[in-house]
């Protein structure tokens, strides 16, 4: 398009009108009197998105200087685009809504910077405008960015998207957060009632119900579909992640000197304190099987638990990954995605580099990274772990022979079946590709519940590896170095629970390991002798004990 700057220019201007009361503008005799009039600023800026053409006009100057000083700074505001149509438009558009509201010339620097970050150059950006702006620019994992998302979408959006940026408070955040904790005790209230329901449902008296009672039940069962279903509440936990996102993104606009003010940092909310690990001992499981109570959201086996699955899982063609994961705290992702070139067997001692991992972008496995920079490790493994992976191994290769033996077949008979894909992962599916890490959550269930072990989650097995540290006779700075945590406070927050449960029982056994001839380890001690009055009360201790003065006692 040719330079708008052609086309700006400051003349005089006044609002006398001819005798039908039209102005008269430039042909108005008394312009030429330095005393009349005023002087007016036009530029032509770029085009709207129709096409049409339109001038920035301002007048009431008293001084040509200012005047200039005013088109130069709007010429400088139309040049920063150059060739690029779409930017130009932007500008025209600020420009034009500058004149409309007769708003001060904006500095070209603040107009460069907005241009060059993609942000609203007239400063109303919104808080949702902003947050999709952050989002389009993240560079960090998919996983993580699922987790931002949510929390934009299900929180951020609805409670703070229409307010801008730039004035967004601490009490805006605060009555977010408000809010969540009143739909939590509505949504509380409603699972409530939904159970009372769901009672007075369920029929307590044997044999068939009579008429009366059916119709009851029915009446019932009526009301239950009619109730909300069972919702989950937005624990301290959720609510302190929520904040994070929010945080980080006021952040970045902080950064890009949009805000000043970081509201989100000044909120407070309630601790979330991280779950402690507890041992499955005899007494919670018998609490569990009796009311079918979980203590902890972090539940750890006993080894002779541990050893009860792995006995059950044996079989298994996922017996190596459950194997790793047990003794050596990979997580599940980085179990799924352990490659056999990074299973180094004869090494001594022998190790697997975690290098990559499978995780879960909705429903769809991707190859990433280990979750942090300190994940991406060597884990020393022992000899038992080194013979089911051989074992593994050799599993795997028949596997992909009788695999290929049966897709030659049906390819002979018509069907269209590929060759076992070679994906070099150490666990995989049946035909050789990476195996979904849900499949290897959902087996782990399955022999759990047959073999009639207390529940655990499959990434306790994790946890799980920090006891056998324990119980191996290390400590936390151990489970630390084991597990791959960045810090050492993480694996107390954590852990330190369970170890002490670990503390007591290895107290008692290293106690135990003394040999003592007069009592059992389990007896109480002897009680102490109260001195008696009268002769004997004079006689040394020493002879009393070695029985020296039976004769003059008897």
């Given at each position: 398009?040719?330079?708008?700057?052609r086309?700006?220019s400051?003349?005089?201007?006044?609002?006398?009108?001819?005798?039908?009361g039209?102005?008269?503008?430039?042909s108005?005799?008394q312009?030429?009197?330095?005393?009349?009039?005023?002087l007016l600023?036009?530029?032509?800026?770029?085009?709207?998105?129709?096409?049409?053409?339109?001038?920035?006009?301002?007048?009431?100057y008293?001084?040509?200087?200012d005047?200039?000083?005013?088109?130069?700074r709007?010429?400088?505001?139309?040049?920063?685009?150059?060739?690029?149509?779409?930017?130009?438009q932007?500008?025209?558009?600020?420009?034009?809504?500058?004149?409309?509201?007769?708003?001060?010339?904006?500095?070209?620097a603040e107009?460069?910077?907005?241009?060059?970050?993609g942000?609203?150059?007239?400063?109303?950006?919104?808080?949702?405008?902003?947050?999709d702006?952050?989002?389009?620019?993240k560079?960090?994992?998919?996983t993580?960015?699922n987790?931002?998302?949510?929390h934009?979408?299900?929180?951020?959006k609805?409670?703070?998207?229409h307010?801008?940026?730039?004035?967004?408070?601490?009490?805006?955040?605060?009555?977010?957060?408000?809010?969540i904790?009143?739909?939590?005790d509505v949504?509380?209230?409603?699972?409530?009632?939904r159970?009372?329901?769901?009672?007075?449902?369920?029929?307590?008296k044997?044999?068939?119900?009579k008429?009366?009672?059916?119709a009851?039940?029915?009446?019932?069962r009526?009301k239950?579909?009619?109730?909300?279903?069972?919702?989950?509440?937005?624990?301290?936990?959720?609510k302190?992640?929520?904040?994070?996102?929010?945080?980080a993104?006021?952040?970045?606009?902080i950064?890009?000197?949009?805000?000043?003010?970081?509201a989100?940092?000044h909120?407070?909310?309630?601790?979330?304190?991280?779950p402690?690990?507890?041992?499955?001992?005899?007494?919670?499981?018998?609490r569990?099987?009796?009311?079918?109570?979980?203590?902890s959201?972090?539940?750890?086996?006993?080894?002779?638990?541990?050893?009860?699955f792995?006995?059950?899982?044996?079989?298994?063609?996922?017996?190596?990954?459950?194997h790793?994961?047990a003794?050596h705290?990979?997580?599940?992702?980085?179990?799924?995605?352990?490659?056999?070139?990074?299973?180094?067997?004869d090494a001594?001692?022998?190790?697997?580099?975690?290098?990559?991992?499978?995780?879960?972008?909705?429903?769809?496995?991707?190859?990433?990274?280990?979750?942090t920079?300190?994940?991406a490790?060597?884990v020393?493994i022992?000899r038992?772990?080194?013979?089911?992976?051989?074992?593994?191994r050799v599993?795997q290769?028949?596997?992909?022979?009788?695999?290929n033996a049966r897709?030659?077949?049906?390819r002979?008979e018509?069907?269209?079946t590929?060759?076992?894909?070679?994906?070099?992962k150490?666990?995989t599916?049946e035909d050789?590709?990476?195996?979904?890490?849900?499949?290897?959550?959902?087996?782990?269930?399955?022999i759990?519940?047959?073999?009639?072990?207390?529940?655990?989650?499959?990434?306790?097995l994790?946890?799980?590896?920090?006891?056998?540290?324990?119980?191996?006779?290390?400590?936390?700075h151990?489970?630390?170095?084991?597990l791959?945590?960045?810090?050492?406070?993480?694996?107390?927050d954590?852990?330190?629970?369970l170890?002490?449960?670990?503390?007591?029982?290895?107290?008692e056994?290293?106690?135990?390991a003394?040999?003592?001839a007069?009592r059992?380890?389990?007896?109480a001690?002897?009680?102490?002798?109260?001195p008696?009055?009268?002769?004997?009360?004079?006689?040394?201790?020493?002879?009393?004990?070695?029985?020296?003065?039976?004769?003059?006692?008897?």
């Amino acid at each position: 398009m040719p330079s708008a700057r052609r086309t700006g220019s400051i003349g005089k201007r006044c609002g006398c009108r001819d005798a039908d009361g039209k102005l008269l503008g430039k042909s108005c005799p008394q312009l030429s009197k330095k005393s009349h009039g005023s002087l007016l600023l036009r530029q032509e800026l770029p085009p709207d998105a129709e096409g049409t053409r339109r001038t920035f006009r301002r007048w009431g100057y008293e001084r040509v200087k200012d005047a200039s000083a005013d088109l130069s700074r709007l010429q400088a505001i139309l040049d920063l685009p150059g060739d690029d149509l779409a930017e130009q438009q932007r500008v025209g558009d600020l420009l034009a809504d500058v004149a409309k509201r007769q708003a001060p010339i904006p500095d070209p620097a603040e107009v460069q910077r907005r241009l060059g970050i993609g942000v609203p150059l007239d400063g109303k950006m919104t808080v949702a405008e902003w947050l999709d702006q952050w989002m389009k620019n993240k560079k960090t994992r998919p996983t993580t960015n699922n987790g931002y998302a949510s929390h934009i979408r299900v929180h951020l959006k609805p409670a703070l998207g229409h307010l801008r940026l730039d004035r967004l408070s601490v009490g805006h955040v605060q009555a977010m957060f408000d809010g969540i904790d009143d739909r939590n005790d509505v949504t509380r209230a409603e699972n409530q009632a939904r159970r009372e329901q769901i009672a007075r449902c369920t029929r307590g008296k044997p044999g068939a119900p009579k008429a009366g009672e059916r119709a009851q039940l029915a009446a019932e069962r009526a009301k239950l579909a009619e109730m909300p279903p069972f919702r989950r509440v937005t624990g301290p936990s959720t609510k302190q992640g929520i904040r994070r996102t929010l945080r980080a993104a006021l952040n970045k606009a902080i950064g890009g000197q949009l805000i000043t003010f970081n509201a989100a940092a000044h909120v407070e909310l309630e601790t979330a304190a991280r779950p402690k690990g507890l041992l499955w001992t005899d007494e919670r499981v018998d609490r569990w099987q009796a009311t079918g109570e979980v203590p902890s959201p972090v539940m750890v086996w006993t080894p002779a638990q541990l050893g009860q699955f792995l006995d059950a899982a044996e079989g298994h063609r996922l017996y190596a990954g459950y194997h790793l994961i047990a003794y050596h705290g990979l997580r599940r992702g980085e179990g799924v995605g352990q490659a056999w070139t990074d299973c180094h067997l004869d090494a001594r001692p022998p190790r697997v580099d975690v290098t990559t991992e499978l995780v879960v972008d909705g429903w769809t496995p991707i190859e990433t990274a280990p979750k942090t920079d300190g994940s991406a490790a060597s884990v020393m493994i022992d000899r038992g772990t080194v013979a089911v992976l051989r074992e593994h191994r050799v599993r795997q290769a028949a596997e992909r022979k009788v695999w290929n033996a049966r897709a030659k077949q049906e390819r002979a008979e018509g069907k269209d079946t590929a060759d076992w894909t070679d994906t070099g992962k150490v666990l995989t599916a049946e035909d050789g590709s990476w195996l979904h890490p849900d499949v290897l959550s959902r087996e782990f269930k399955r022999i759990a519940e047959e073999a009639g072990l207390p529940p655990i989650n499959l990434r306790d097995l994790r946890h799980g590896a920090a006891a056998l540290v324990k119980a191996g006779g290390g400590d936390l700075h151990d489970a630390k170095t084991k597990l791959r945590h960045s810090t050492i406070t993480l694996t107390s927050d954590t852990y330190m629970a369970l170890f002490t449960e670990y503390e007591e029982e290895l107290t008692e056994k290293s106690a135990a390991a003394v040999p003592r001839a007069r009592r059992g380890q389990n007896e109480a001690p002897p009680p102490v002798a109260v001195p008696e009055t009268g002769p004997a009360a004079s006689q040394p201790a020493d002879a009393e004990m070695d029985g020296s003065h039976d004769t003059a006692e008897h």
